[in-house]
Protein backbone atom coordinates (compact mmCIF):
# COMPACT_ATOMS: atom_id res chain seq x y z
CA UNK A 1 0.00 0.00 0.00
CA UNK A 2 1.42 3.22 -0.89
CA UNK A 3 2.19 5.77 1.90
CA UNK A 4 -0.15 8.35 1.41
CA UNK A 5 1.89 10.72 3.41
CA UNK A 6 4.70 10.77 0.08
CA UNK A 7 3.61 13.45 -1.99
CA UNK A 8 3.99 16.48 0.03
CA UNK A 9 0.52 18.86 -1.28
CA UNK A 10 -0.69 16.03 -3.69
CA UNK A 11 -4.25 14.72 -2.33
CA UNK A 12 -5.00 11.71 -1.20
CA UNK A 13 -5.37 9.23 -3.83
CA UNK A 14 -8.42 6.86 -3.41
CA UNK A 15 -6.65 3.61 -5.18
CA UNK A 16 -3.34 4.10 -2.99
CA UNK A 17 -5.84 3.96 0.18
CA UNK A 18 -7.11 0.64 -0.59
CA UNK A 19 -4.64 -1.01 -2.95
CA UNK A 20 -7.51 -1.94 -5.74
CA UNK A 21 -6.80 -4.52 -7.70
CA UNK A 22 -7.40 -3.22 -11.66
CA UNK A 23 -8.83 -6.23 -12.54
CA UNK A 24 -11.78 -6.50 -9.71
CA UNK A 25 -14.72 -5.93 -11.03
CA UNK A 26 -37.54 13.07 -13.89
CA UNK A 27 -39.38 13.21 -10.96
CA UNK A 28 -38.60 10.77 -7.80
CA UNK A 29 -39.81 7.50 -8.00
CA UNK A 30 -41.90 5.89 -4.94
CA UNK A 31 -41.57 2.65 -5.08
CA UNK A 32 -39.49 1.16 -1.89
CA UNK A 33 -35.44 2.13 -2.19
CA UNK A 34 -35.35 4.49 -5.23
CA UNK A 35 -31.94 5.26 -7.35
CA UNK A 36 -32.44 8.80 -8.11
CA UNK A 37 -31.34 11.45 -10.29
CA UNK A 38 -28.09 12.48 -11.35
CA UNK A 39 -25.97 13.76 -8.34
CA UNK A 40 -22.61 14.55 -6.86
CA UNK A 41 -24.59 16.18 -4.02
CA UNK A 42 -24.01 14.81 -0.56
CA UNK A 43 -22.80 11.74 -1.55
CA UNK A 44 -19.61 10.34 0.03
CA UNK A 45 -16.44 12.64 -0.83
CA UNK A 46 -15.23 12.50 -4.12
CA UNK A 47 -11.69 11.41 -2.94
CA UNK A 48 -9.68 9.87 -5.90
CA UNK A 49 -7.48 11.18 -9.30
CA UNK A 50 -7.63 14.83 -10.79
CA UNK A 51 -10.23 15.25 -13.32
CA UNK A 52 -14.41 15.61 -13.58
CA UNK A 53 -16.51 13.24 -11.22
CA UNK A 54 -19.85 12.73 -12.15
CA UNK A 55 -22.20 10.52 -9.42
CA UNK A 56 -25.53 9.25 -8.83
CA UNK A 57 -27.52 8.77 -5.76
CA UNK A 58 -31.58 7.86 -4.65
CA UNK A 59 -32.74 8.18 -1.47
CA UNK A 60 -36.07 6.96 0.10
CA UNK A 61 -37.70 9.78 2.55
CA UNK A 62 -39.19 8.06 5.46
CA UNK A 63 -43.11 9.60 6.69
CA UNK A 64 -43.26 12.48 8.90
CA UNK A 65 -44.24 12.41 12.56
CA UNK A 66 -47.67 14.43 13.18
CA UNK A 67 -47.65 18.09 13.89
CA UNK A 68 -50.00 21.10 13.73
CA UNK A 69 -51.81 22.44 10.75
CA UNK A 70 -54.05 25.14 10.67
CA UNK A 71 -56.18 24.80 7.33
CA UNK A 72 -58.59 27.34 7.06
CA UNK A 73 -59.03 31.25 7.54
CA UNK A 74 -58.33 33.07 10.73
CA UNK A 75 -62.58 33.23 11.04
CA UNK A 76 -63.01 29.40 10.85
CA UNK A 77 -59.29 27.96 12.04
CA UNK A 78 -59.38 24.27 11.75
CA UNK A 79 -55.97 23.11 13.65
CA UNK A 80 -55.43 19.33 12.45
CA UNK A 81 -52.19 16.61 13.49
CA UNK A 82 -51.10 16.31 9.92
CA UNK A 83 -48.32 14.28 9.24
CA UNK A 84 -45.97 13.27 5.94
CA UNK A 85 -46.43 9.97 3.47
CA UNK A 86 -42.47 8.88 2.71
CA UNK A 87 -41.10 9.99 -0.35
CA UNK A 88 -37.86 10.40 -2.03
CA UNK A 89 -35.03 12.28 -2.57
CA UNK A 90 -32.08 12.72 -5.44
CA UNK A 91 -29.04 14.96 -6.45
CA UNK A 92 -27.67 15.92 -9.31
CA UNK A 93 -24.63 18.14 -10.10
CA UNK A 94 -21.07 17.96 -11.31
CA UNK A 95 -17.64 18.27 -9.30
CA UNK A 96 -13.80 19.15 -10.69
CA UNK A 97 -10.96 17.69 -8.88
CA UNK A 98 -7.31 19.01 -9.11
CA UNK A 99 -4.44 19.24 -6.53
CA UNK A 100 -6.21 18.40 -3.32
CA UNK A 101 -9.07 20.64 -4.22
CA UNK A 102 -12.60 20.41 -5.89
CA UNK A 103 -15.08 22.81 -6.86
CA UNK A 104 -18.92 21.33 -6.94
CA UNK A 105 -22.09 22.08 -8.13
CA UNK A 106 -25.11 20.09 -6.69
CA UNK A 107 -28.93 20.19 -6.59
CA UNK A 108 -30.51 17.71 -4.34
CA UNK A 109 -34.65 17.34 -4.94
CA UNK A 110 -37.15 16.18 -2.19
CA UNK A 111 -40.68 15.20 -3.11
CA UNK A 112 -43.31 13.82 -0.89
CA UNK A 113 -46.56 13.92 -2.23
CA UNK A 114 -49.82 14.93 -0.87
CA UNK A 115 -51.37 12.18 0.68
CA UNK A 116 -55.39 11.63 2.26
CA UNK A 117 -57.29 15.08 2.31
CA UNK A 118 -58.66 16.91 5.04
CA UNK A 119 -62.53 16.24 5.22
CA UNK A 120 -63.61 18.30 8.91
CA UNK A 121 -63.21 14.75 10.83
CA UNK A 122 -61.05 13.33 12.74
CA UNK A 123 -60.59 9.92 11.38
CA UNK A 124 -59.05 11.97 8.46
CA UNK A 125 -56.52 14.71 9.57
CA UNK A 126 -54.55 15.13 6.17
CA UNK A 127 -51.18 15.36 5.14
CA UNK A 128 -48.87 16.85 4.27
CA UNK A 129 -47.09 17.63 0.34
CA UNK A 130 -43.13 18.55 0.89
CA UNK A 131 -41.41 19.88 -2.11
CA UNK A 132 -37.60 20.97 -1.54
CA UNK A 133 -35.12 21.92 -3.48
CA UNK A 134 -31.57 22.85 -2.83
CA UNK A 135 -28.90 24.22 -4.88
CA UNK A 136 -25.02 24.26 -3.59
CA UNK A 137 -21.61 25.57 -5.14
CA UNK A 138 -18.85 24.77 -2.94
CA UNK A 139 -14.84 24.94 -2.78
CA UNK A 140 -13.35 21.54 -1.37
CA UNK A 141 -9.63 21.55 0.11
CA UNK A 142 -7.77 17.89 1.43
CA UNK A 143 -7.03 16.85 4.74
CA UNK A 144 -5.20 14.48 5.86
CA UNK A 145 -6.13 12.64 9.49
CA UNK A 146 -3.51 10.13 10.12
CA UNK A 147 -5.56 6.92 8.40
CA UNK A 148 -8.62 9.35 7.47
CA UNK A 149 -9.07 11.22 4.44
CA UNK A 150 -10.96 14.29 4.78
CA UNK A 151 -12.39 17.74 3.03
CA UNK A 152 -13.36 20.71 4.48
CA UNK A 153 -15.79 22.76 2.17
CA UNK A 154 -17.57 25.91 1.95
CA UNK A 155 -19.91 27.60 -0.43
CA UNK A 156 -23.33 29.13 -1.43
CA UNK A 157 -26.19 27.26 -0.92
CA UNK A 158 -30.27 28.30 -2.05
CA UNK A 159 -33.21 26.53 -0.94
CA UNK A 160 -36.62 26.54 -2.10
CA UNK A 161 -39.55 24.45 -0.04
CA UNK A 162 -43.13 24.26 -0.25
CA UNK A 163 -45.56 22.64 1.75
CA UNK A 164 -49.24 21.93 1.64
CA UNK A 165 -52.27 20.14 2.90
CA UNK A 166 -55.50 19.10 0.95
CA UNK A 167 -58.77 20.36 1.99
CA UNK A 168 -61.74 18.17 1.05
CA UNK A 169 -60.45 17.48 -2.04
CA UNK A 170 -56.83 17.13 -4.00
CA UNK A 171 -55.75 20.69 -4.90
CA UNK A 172 -57.65 22.59 -2.67
CA UNK A 173 -55.93 24.21 0.43
CA UNK A 174 -53.10 26.86 1.38
CA UNK A 175 -49.30 26.44 0.28
CA UNK A 176 -46.54 27.89 2.37
CA UNK A 177 -43.29 28.36 0.71
CA UNK A 178 -39.70 28.96 2.31
CA UNK A 179 -37.04 30.45 0.02
CA UNK A 180 -34.03 31.36 1.21
CA UNK A 181 -30.03 31.58 0.25
CA UNK A 182 -26.76 31.84 2.28
CA UNK A 183 -23.56 29.77 3.09
CA UNK A 184 -23.04 26.40 4.36
CA UNK A 185 -19.55 24.66 5.85
CA UNK A 186 -18.74 21.04 5.89
CA UNK A 187 -16.61 18.09 6.39
CA UNK A 188 -16.42 15.02 4.58
CA UNK A 189 -14.58 11.71 5.62
CA UNK A 190 -13.45 8.54 4.23
CA UNK A 191 -11.62 5.94 6.40
CA UNK A 192 -10.39 3.11 4.64
CA UNK A 193 -11.28 -0.61 6.46
CA UNK A 194 -9.41 -3.76 6.35
CA UNK A 195 -11.19 -5.42 3.70
CA UNK A 196 -10.10 -4.11 0.57
CA UNK A 197 -12.12 -1.17 -1.75
CA UNK A 198 -13.71 -0.40 1.59
CA UNK A 199 -14.42 2.47 3.38
CA UNK A 200 -16.56 3.70 6.25
CA UNK A 201 -17.81 7.64 4.89
CA UNK A 202 -19.07 10.79 6.61
CA UNK A 203 -20.74 13.86 5.49
CA UNK A 204 -21.95 16.56 7.84
CA UNK A 205 -22.72 20.23 7.09
CA UNK A 206 -23.92 23.74 8.94
CA UNK A 207 -25.95 26.24 6.58
CA UNK A 208 -27.06 29.72 7.67
CA UNK A 209 -29.58 30.72 4.96
CA UNK A 210 -31.76 34.23 5.16
CA UNK A 211 -35.32 33.99 3.66
CA UNK A 212 -38.71 34.34 3.82
CA UNK A 213 -41.94 32.40 4.10
CA UNK A 214 -45.04 33.21 2.39
CA UNK A 215 -48.72 31.71 1.85
CA UNK A 216 -50.34 31.76 -1.18
CA UNK A 217 -53.88 30.27 -2.21
CA UNK A 218 -53.94 27.42 -4.72
CA UNK A 219 -57.94 28.09 -5.29
CA UNK A 220 -60.19 31.01 -5.54
CA UNK A 221 -61.78 30.25 -2.61
CA UNK A 222 -58.67 31.00 0.04
CA UNK A 223 -58.43 34.67 0.88
CA UNK A 224 -54.89 35.48 1.08
CA UNK A 225 -55.10 39.16 1.58
CA UNK A 226 -53.90 39.31 4.69
CA UNK A 227 -51.21 36.10 4.16
CA UNK A 228 -47.81 37.94 4.78
CA UNK A 229 -44.43 37.21 3.87
CA UNK A 230 -42.23 36.25 7.16
CA UNK A 231 -38.16 37.06 7.32
CA UNK A 232 -36.95 34.04 8.65
CA UNK A 233 -33.23 33.03 9.32
CA UNK A 234 -33.19 29.47 8.49
CA UNK A 235 -30.49 26.71 10.34
CA UNK A 236 -30.10 23.33 8.37
CA UNK A 237 -28.29 20.65 9.98
CA UNK A 238 -27.17 17.57 6.97
CA UNK A 239 -25.48 13.99 8.14
CA UNK A 240 -24.65 11.02 6.50
CA UNK A 241 -23.18 8.01 7.74
CA UNK A 242 -22.49 4.98 5.12
CA UNK A 243 -20.16 2.40 3.28
CA UNK A 244 -18.24 3.13 0.15
CA UNK A 245 -17.20 0.11 -1.93
CA UNK A 246 -14.49 1.14 -4.70
CA UNK A 247 -14.79 -1.29 -7.65
CA UNK A 248 -11.46 0.52 -9.43
CA UNK A 249 -10.14 4.24 -9.63
CA UNK A 250 -12.60 5.61 -11.37
CA UNK A 251 -16.10 3.73 -9.91
CA UNK A 252 -16.90 3.74 -6.30
CA UNK A 253 -20.49 2.48 -4.77
CA UNK A 254 -21.78 4.61 -1.94
CA UNK A 255 -24.88 3.23 0.45
CA UNK A 256 -25.63 4.47 3.87
CA UNK A 257 -28.71 6.86 6.01
CA UNK A 258 -28.71 10.36 5.89
CA UNK A 259 -30.74 13.45 7.67
CA UNK A 260 -31.27 17.01 7.32
CA UNK A 261 -32.88 19.48 9.64
CA UNK A 262 -33.97 22.71 8.94
CA UNK A 263 -35.30 25.54 11.07
CA UNK A 264 -37.81 28.03 10.90
CA UNK A 265 -38.53 27.37 7.25
CA UNK A 266 -42.58 27.26 7.97
CA UNK A 267 -44.83 29.07 9.63
CA UNK A 268 -46.66 27.42 12.99
CA UNK A 269 -49.36 25.65 12.97
CA UNK A 270 -51.99 26.76 15.61
CA UNK A 271 -55.32 28.07 16.19
CA UNK A 272 -54.22 31.28 17.58
CA UNK A 273 -52.62 32.02 13.87
CA UNK A 274 -55.29 31.14 11.38
CA UNK A 275 -55.07 30.84 7.63
CA UNK A 276 -54.28 34.81 7.46
CA UNK A 277 -52.13 35.82 10.10
CA UNK A 278 -49.20 32.62 9.89
CA UNK A 279 -47.15 33.89 12.61
CA UNK A 280 -44.18 31.80 14.53
CA UNK A 281 -42.46 29.16 12.82
CA UNK A 282 -42.09 25.69 12.68
CA UNK A 283 -38.83 22.71 11.39
CA UNK A 284 -38.73 19.77 8.88
CA UNK A 285 -37.19 16.85 9.45
CA UNK A 286 -36.53 14.12 6.38
CA UNK A 287 -34.10 10.93 6.29
CA UNK A 288 -33.93 7.92 4.84
CA UNK A 289 -31.60 5.31 3.40
CA UNK A 290 -29.61 6.16 0.12
CA UNK A 291 -27.37 4.72 -2.63
CA UNK A 292 -25.07 6.33 -4.81
CA UNK A 293 -22.48 5.63 -7.96
CA UNK A 294 -19.39 8.10 -8.63
CA UNK A 295 -17.57 7.95 -12.11
CA UNK A 296 -14.66 9.65 -12.32
CA UNK A 297 -12.96 10.55 -15.30
CA UNK A 298 -9.58 12.11 -16.40
Known amino acids: MANLQDVKGQPPRWEDAHAIDPMQGVRSVRAG ?3 GLLSLGICAPAFGQDGFSLSAEGGYVLGGAPQGYTLLPDSFPFVVDADSKAGASGVIGLQYNWNGQFLRFRTEHVDVDTGQFYNGFGSNQGEIGIRSTIIDVEYGRALNWGGTDAYWTAGLRHA ?3 FEVDVGAAGFGPIHEFSGTGLRLGLETV ?3 QAPGWS ?9 LDGEVSTSARTDFW ?8 SRT ?3 VDAK ?3 SYAQSDRLRWDFGYKAQYWRDVNVEY ?5 FGLNGGSSDLLTHGPYLGLTMTFN
Do not use: H, K
Open 223 to 230: DCSQCPEL
Open 200 to 208: FATTSGLSV
Open 234 to 236: AIG
Open 160 to 162: DMD
Open 270 to 274: GAENG
Open 241 to 243: LGL
Open 33 to 35: FVI
Open 191 to 193: TPL
